[in-house]
């Protein structure tokens, strides 16, 4: 059955178990406020379930649990915590604590606020936060009169007109609890040492005040002091029961020392029982306000160091480049709000890494020596994604207490804190520790998906160049062949109608674009094997002019329209390289010349020391690089006017391997005008360690 007193505002689930939220929806689909199918109303909503120490508040967070879920929503859990929850006995701290945990597993946010007005402290938080969906419990209680105070529901209902209110009763566990409650509840006693300080300051104000009488001061000046002394027993003092005693006693002195008769409860004055009560009246207001006031400013000393120890956390964290960061961050973080070693467990894919030890007294972290009994709850904690061990009813013999570091169905490790003498958390230093763990959660699950997305990226790159690649080969690939296929149909056809010089040319022709074939297959080949390492230097100790030399000889023959002049120095230089790919990069480079400067320029090859290396450049008087192309010429398929094969049939590839076998012996190679114009291709190689005397003559 569905009840509405407010229909507009409220639905009350009296007790159907699971069937109350299909009662739910179906007082949406049929009542005024139809529920929108769409995905993208569905994910906007956003539920707040209060929590308590009551007993049926368990089942009012499974409700909201269910509801986000059928709603497709978040979920919040908020704590407000007053001045009198200081008091809350040791049963209903563990049913607050239960009731937490149950929340953090159905994946709810853990909030905790403190405040006097519960009903206020709950809308301010619903209208900041975009709550949509308030799941609260109703203890039954009903308004006697029309002038008594209004309902926490109503006042709700007031203070938060535009968020749905669900209102789950449970009167006689309510009933139960408020007996037990009741019976449980003592007044609090103070201390003899509190008891010797409230009579201090009462004899003093007494002191005082007889001085002022001395001094002929009005009555309301004495009243004032004693007043002063009301507010000083309250600071100094714990609870009310030493103010409530110091407001009696302060009328009970004035009476007795500073009223007509002395020495007498009797008094002289028709009004002095005004007086009396007036001052009774002020005295109880003033001791009520500073206690009130000392236990908001504990309240607020308490959120402030909550604030302050996540905001820290969450700053940190965002620097946090490696998960061990993030591990190493919240247990510090741990060890400042609970002052024990901290355990950490990392998990790494789908196991659980060995543990490491963070000591509280700041030493180095350490791995920890395996325990069968601990390893059965860790193993239990991370299956399970529950809290476990000491303070626990499940493996409550361990020494430590375990909880999962989770978001969601998520697990990213397991937290273990040594509790000693199986005392729990109080429920402060567990929210806080809740949205620690939570944090270091999203922070994991951040790097997860930076990682993820870093893959994705290299991933979409890899087959970006496939596809260039594959696009380019295509295109290059299609020219010579045609060219070669073209050639070889006329020679097959009319080699005998063609003369001698004609059939020489076309001869070259085909051996031109088989050659330029079989240059572009061994750069594929060797850019590919150096890029993904599995070319393996072949390292000794040449001449730089022989390698120059043998270089030449493998050039392009359109070089012999080209000068092509080298200097080497008067002394040989003696490098550590292979040979063989030091030759390769030497052959690109002038090709390279070669194709992209007019016939008839300068190519120079020159090779100087410089300290312990050999820099070796080559250069040409062409039409040059523009500033902005410099920074492509390495890049793959880059070929001057086009970043792609052009008609030059150049697949780009000569330069990029050449800073690749540069890259693999340890160098960069670079690119710079050569003025008036042309370009400068230099890189640097290591000299030799042995002398050329030491070579053998071969």
Same mark, same amino acid.
């Given at each position: 059955?569905?009840?509405?007193?407010?229909?507009?505002?409220?639905?009350?689930?009296?007790?159907? @178990?699971?069937?109350?939220?299909?009662?739910?929806?179906?007082?949406?689909?049929?009542?005024?406020?139809?529920?929108?199918?769409?995905?993208?109303?569905?994910?906007?909503?956003?539920?707040?379930?209060?929590?308590?120490? /009551?007993?049926?508040?368990?089942?009012?967070?499974?409700?909201?649990? !269910?509801?986000?879920?059928?709603?497709?929503?978040?979920?919040?859990?908020?704590?407000?915590?007053?001045?009198?929850?200081?008091?809350?006995?040791?049963?209903?701290?563990?049913?607050?604590?239960?009731?937490? #945990?149950?929340? &953090?597993?159905?994946?709810?946010?853990?909030?905790?606020?403190?405040?006097?007005?519960?009903?206020?402290?709950?809308?301010?938080?619903?209208?900041?936060?975009?709550?949509?969906?308030?799941?609260?419990?109703? /203890?039954?209680?009903?308004?006697?009169?029309?002038?008594?105070?209004?309902?926490?529901?109503?006042?709700?209902?007031?203070?938060?007109?535009?968020?749905?209110?669900?209102?789950?009763?449970?009167?006689?566990?309510?009933?139960?609890?408020?007996?037990?409650?009741?019976?449980?509840?003592?007044?609090?006693?103070?201390?003899?040492?509190?008891?010797?300080?409230?009579?201090?300051?009462?004899?003093?104000? $007494?002191?005082?005040?007889?001085?002022?009488?001395?001094?002929?001061?009005?009555?309301?000046?004495?009243?004032?002091?004693?007043?002063?002394?009301?507010?000083?027993?309250?600071?100094?003092?714990?609870?009310?029961?030493? @103010?409530?005693?110091?407001?009696?006693?302060?009328?009970?002195?004035?009476?007795?020392?500073?009223?007509?008769?002395?020495?007498?409860?009797?008094?002289?004055?028709?009004?002095?029982?005004? $007086?009396?009560?007036?001052?009774?009246?002020?005295?109880?207001?003033?001791?009520?306000?500073? $206690?009130?006031?000392?236990?908001?400013?504990?309240?607020?000393?308490?959120?402030?160091?909550?604030?302050?120890?996540?905001?820290?956390?969450?700053?940190?964290? &965002?620097?946090?480049?490696?998960?061990?960061?993030?591990?190493?961050?919240?247990?510090?973080?741990?060890?400042?709000?609970?002052?024990?070693?901290?355990?950490?467990?990392?998990?790494?894919?789908?196991?659980?890494?060995?543990?490491?030890?963070?000591?509280?007294?700041?030493?180095?972290?350490?791995?920890?020596?395996?325990?069968?009994?601990? &390893?059965?709850?860790?193993?239990?904690?991370?299956?399970?994604?529950?809290?476990?061990?000491? $303070?626990?009813?499940?493996?409550?013999?361990?020494?430590?207490?375990?909880?999962?570091?989770?978001?969601?169905?998520?697990?990213?490790?397991?937290?273990?804190?040594?509790?000693? !003498?199986?005392?729990?958390?109080?429920?402060?230093?567990?929210?806080?520790?809740?949205?620690?763990? @939570?944090?270091?959660?999203?922070?994991?699950?951040?790097?997860?998906?930076?990682?993820?997305?870093?893959?994705?990226?290299?991933?979409?790159?890899?087959?970006?160049?496939?596809?260039?690649?594959?696009?380019?080969?295509?295109?290059?690939?299609?020219?010579?062949?045609?060219?070669?296929?073209?050639?070889?149909?006329?020679?097959?056809?009319?080699?005998?109608?063609?003369?001698?010089?004609?059939?020489?040319?076309?001869?070259?022709?085909?051996?031109?674009?088989?050659?330029?074939?079989?240059?572009?297959?061994?750069?594929?080949?060797?850019?590919? !094997?150096?890029?993904?390492?599995?070319?393996?230097?072949?390292?000794?100790?040449?001449?730089?002019?022989?390698?120059?030399?043998?270089?030449?000889?493998?050039?392009?023959?359109?070089?012999?329209?080209?000068?092509?002049?080298?200097?080497?120095?008067?002394?040989?230089?003696?490098?550590?390289?292979?040979?063989?790919?030091?030759?390769?990069?030497?052959?690109?480079?002038?090709?390279?010349?070669?194709?992209?400067?007019?016939?008839?320029?300068?190519?120079?090859?020159?090779?100087?020391?410089?300290?312990?290396?050999?820099?070796?450049?080559? /250069?040409?008087?062409?039409?040059?690089?523009?500033?902005?192309?410099?920074?492509?010429?390495?890049?793959?398929?880059?070929?001057?006017?086009?970043?792609?094969?052009?008609?030059? #049939?150049?697949?780009?590839?000569?330069?990029?391997?050449?800073?690749?076998?540069?890259?693999?012996?340890?160098?960069?190679?670079?690119?710079?005008?050569?003025?008036?114009?042309?370009?400068?291709?230099?890189?640097?190689?290591?000299?030799?360690?042995?002398?050329?005397? &030491?070579?053998?003559?071969?």
């Amino acid at each position: 059955m569905i009840q509405s007193k407010f229909p507009s505002r409220t639905t009350n689930l009296v007790g159907y @178990g699971r069937n109350s939220l299909i009662l739910v929806l179906y007082y949406y689909k049929r009542g005024g406020e139809r529920v929108k199918n769409t995905e993208n109303e569905r994910s906007k909503d956003h539920i707040l379930v209060c929590l308590s120490s /009551s007993p049926s508040n368990e089942r009012i967070v499974r409700m909201a649990g !269910k509801m986000a879920q059928a709603f497709c929503g978040s979920l919040t859990a908020l704590y407000v915590q007053t001045p009198e929850d200081t008091v809350m006995n040791t049963a209903d701290m563990s049913r607050l604590q239960a009731n937490m #945990r149950l929340a &953090q597993q159905l994946s709810a946010e853990i909030v905790t606020t403190h405040g006097e007005d519960v009903p206020t402290q709950i809308a301010e938080y619903a209208l900041l936060s975009d709550v949509t969906k308030i799941v609260i419990g109703r /203890s039954g209680v009903q308004r006697p009169h029309f002038w008594s105070e209004p309902t926490l529901t109503e006042r709700l209902i007031a203070l938060a007109p535009d968020v749905d209110i669900y209102i789950i009763p449970d009167v006689e566990a309510y009933k139960s609890y408020r007996r037990k409650r009741l019976i449980s509840i003592r007044p609090a006693f103070p201390t003899a040492l509190e008891l010797l300080l409230t009579v201090g300051i009462l004899v003093a104000a $007494t002191i005082i005040g007889w001085g002022f009488l001395r001094l002929g001061f009005a009555n309301a000046n004495i009243i004032m002091v004693y007043l002063l002394g009301v507010l000083l027993t309250s600071t100094f003092t714990s609870g009310y029961t030493c @103010g409530v005693l110091s407001a009696f006693l302060s009328v009970i002195l004035f009476n007795y020392f500073l009223t007509e008769p002395r020495l007498s409860l009797a008094a002289y004055g028709s009004k002095y029982p005004i $007086t009396f009560a007036v001052m009774f009246a002020s005295a109880l207001l003033t001791c009520t306000l500073a $206690t009130k006031l000392k236990a908001h400013a504990q309240l607020s000393a308490r959120d402030a160091y909550r604030t302050k120890l996540l905001f820290d956390m969450n700053r940190q964290l &965002q620097k946090a480049e490696t998960p061990d960061e993030v591990y190493q961050m919240t247990a510090t973080q741990i060890q400042k709000l609970m002052q024990r070693d901290v355990l950490v467990y990392p998990a790494q894919g789908e196991a659980l890494l060995d543990g490491i030890v963070y000591p509280a007294d700041g030493s180095s972290p350490h791995s920890v020596t395996k325990e069968k009994q601990e &390893q059965d709850v860790i193993r239990w904690v991370w299956q399970n994604r529950k809290r476990a061990g000491a $303070t626990t009813e499940t493996f409550a013999k361990a020494k430590r207490l375990y909880l999962a570091i989770r978001i969601g169905q998520q697990v990213y490790g397991v937290i273990g804190i040594p509790m000693e !003498k199986q005392t729990q958390p109080d429920a402060f230093t567990s929210s806080i520790l809740f949205s620690i763990l @939570g944090e270091c959660a999203l922070a994991l699950e951040s790097l997860h998906n930076a990682e993820e997305k870093e893959k994705a990226a290299v991933l979409a790159k890899n087959e970006q160049l496939r596809a260039n690649l594959l696009r380019s080969i295509s295109h290059d690939l299609r020219t010579p062949l045609t060219s070669i296929s073209g050639n070889a149909d006329t020679l097959l056809h009319s080699y005998n109608m063609l003369d001698e010089q004609t059939r020489k040319q076309i001869f070259t022709d085909i051996y031109d674009d088989a050659q330029w074939l079989t240059g572009l297959v061994e750069n594929l080949l060797s850019i590919t !094997k150096i890029t993904d390492g599995s070319v393996k230097l072949h390292l000794s100790d040449q001449v730089v002019d022989d390698i120059v030399s043998e270089a030449l000889r493998h050039i392009d023959r359109r070089s012999a329209e080209h000068h092509i002049t080298v200097d080497c120095g008067d002394e040989p230089l003696l490098v550590r390289v292979d040979a063989g790919l030091i030759m390769q990069v030497l052959i690109n480079l002038v090709n390279n010349a070669v194709k992209y400067t007019p016939p008839g320029s300068n190519i120079r090859i020159t090779a100087i020391q410089q300290e312990k290396a050999a820099e070796i450049c080559v /250069s040409d008087d062409g039409p040059g690089i523009p500033d902005e192309r410099k920074e492509l010429v390495f890049k793959m398929f880059f070929t001057g006017s086009n970043l792609i094969g052009d008609s030059r #049939r150049s697949l780009g590839l000569g330069l990029t391997l050449c800073q690749a076998i540069i890259h693999a012996h340890h160098n960069e190679m670079t690119l710079k005008d050569n003025l008036p114009h042309g370009c400068i291709f230099s890189f640097t190689l290591p000299l030799s360690e042995v002398n050329l005397s &030491q070579l053998p003559i071969t």
